[in-house]
């Protein structure tokens, strides 16, 4: 049944789903036009939102082309390769293809959403070279792991209410992640997610004659260059690379000994020495960073675009007005619910775990304060929202899609389905649990 169900959406989606730059270039339009007419904010006023706000993302922008950068350079070298490969042979068909590329992304996602990314997009890569199964469904069904990311130990809503001096600690002082990560429903949301995000991947399969197959090319390897000079034996030797990727590991090391948190510059940190390690000489490294840097386009020049579009939502009060709006018909039963309606449809204009929060927060705590609801329970109800709707927000699948060669409406269409069975589940477990 969803299979059949799933054939439409992807039609769908196939034919009127424009390329990820036009589609941030209409949501720019949408975003402002909703601020003229929902909040009447003034022509020149907008402008200045927009084009003031432009740059606001520019450091994610790098850490973001980092994750692919340092993933594509890491997954390239020998060691890496044989892992893949090795992990890749477990499946013995289409279906367990599928099934198997879902749970190393949802596993990989809740450890940290940007080793998620990455890790979903190289073993979906690998999987395609030794087994024949859609590769549209196979990253589709990589990047709807990424669902489970704001329920896990990177989460950045419950990260932030759990640090002490958070810009809401005098409202509502420091919520440990018992409260929120490690709570009985999320965990059941979470393991909920583990067997029904597989399951409706591998219940999308397309039959053989209307499969999609795709075999990645591998990237070329680096020939090996004549040391007849000392800047090629410099290129060519290894000594320069081991003490650096030596040195990279032990900071690491000791960083993790010290009680340091995995964070997105940490992984694009560990990727890249990993790396660095793992090619053995510096020409090695600098011919897989010339395959891997080609995918990057897409992130630089779309991500500015979308932090102009967070800053028309944030300083016209439109982002505010949505929160407001769900917040306006619920109780103290039903808010953490309402939280997630609003969090996944403000996350379509506003894709910024942090950023949303800030924008939220000052609207549900008062709100959860007045009706008397669980604080925390509401802020995981946030949190769940945003990651809902990144199954459909390209922000996040530019990434993965660059590591996949695919377009963004090669997989939506798959993504649609995973929307409404994820949305039924997250709700009913902020509903019953």
């Known amino acids: 049944m969803l299979n059949r169900i799933s054939r439409p959406a992807v039609r769908l989606v196939e034919r009127y789903l424009p390329d990820s730059y036009v ?11 909703a601020a003229l007419l929902v909040e009447r904010t003034p022509p020149l006023a907008l402008l200045r939102y927009w084009g003031g706000g432009f740059w606001e993302l520019l450091s ?3 850490q973001m082309l980092l994750v692919l950068v340092t993933g594509f350079m890491l997954a390239s070298t020998p060691p890496v390769q044989a892992l893949l490969q090795r992990l890749a042979r477990l499946a013995r068909g289409a279906g367990s293809a599928v099934l198997l590329v879902s749970l190393v992304s949802l596993t990989a996602s809740w450890i940290n959403w940007g080793f998620g990314l990455v890790v979903g997009a190289l073993f979906a890569r690998e999987l395609a070279r030794l087994v024949r ?38 409202r509502i002082g420091v919520i440990p992640t018992s409260q929120t990560v490690f709570a ?56 320069l690379s081991w003490l650096t990727g030596l040195a990279g590991v032990g900071f690491l090391v000791d960083h993790f000994i010290g009680g340091g948190g995995l964070n997105l510059d940490i992984v694009n940190y560990g990727f890249l020495m990993l790396a660095i390690l793992l090619h ?19 992130i630089a020049i779309q991500f500015p675009f979308y932090a102009g579009i967070m ?11 949505i929160s407001q709006a769900f917040v306006s018909f619920a109780d103290a039963d039903t808010l953490p619910f309402w939280s997630f ?23 549900m705590i008062p709100a959860a304060e007045a009706l008397g609801a669980d604080i925390g329970r509401v802020a995981m109800g946030v949190a769940w929202g945003d990651a809902w709707t990144n199954l459909i927000q390209l922000f996040w699948a530019l990434p993965m899609l660059a590591i996949a060669g695919l377009r963004a409406k ?9 929307l409404f069975v994820t949305g039924v589940v997250i709700g009913l477990g902020l509903l019953l649990l």
């Open 133 to 170: 199964v859609d590769y549209r469904l196979l990253v589709a069904s990589a990047y709807s792991g990424f669902v489970v990311w704001h329920g896990g130990l990177a989460g950045s809503v419950p990260l932030t209410i759990a640090t002490e001096g958070h810009f809401m600690a005098e």
């Open 184 to 239: 009985f429903y999320n965990l059941a949301i979470v393991a909920a997610l583990f067997v029904v995000v597989p399951l409706v991947n591998r219940l999308m399969l397309p039959p053989a004659d209307e499969s999609v197959y795709h075999r990645p090319e591998d990237a070329p390897a680096p020939t090996p260059g004549i040391a007849a000079s000392p800047a090629d034996r410099l290129e060519n030797g290894r000594m």
């Open 60 to 62: 994610f922008s790098m």
């Open 23 to 33: 589609f941030v270039l209409l949501l720019t339009l949408v975003a402002a036009a």
């Open 410 to 418: 090669d997989i939506m269409g798959f993504c649609l389905i995973q």
């Open 280 to 298: 053995g000489t510096p020409r090695r490294l600098l011919a897989s960073l010339h395959e891997a840097i080609k995918g990057g386009a897409g």
């Open 341 to 363: 309606i609003a969090g996944g449809a403000l996350n379509i204009f506003v894709p910024s775990g942090g950023g949303q929060w800030a924008v939220q927060a000052p609207i």
């Open 311 to 321: 800053a028309i939502m944030t300083e016209s009060g439109l982002a505010a007005g």
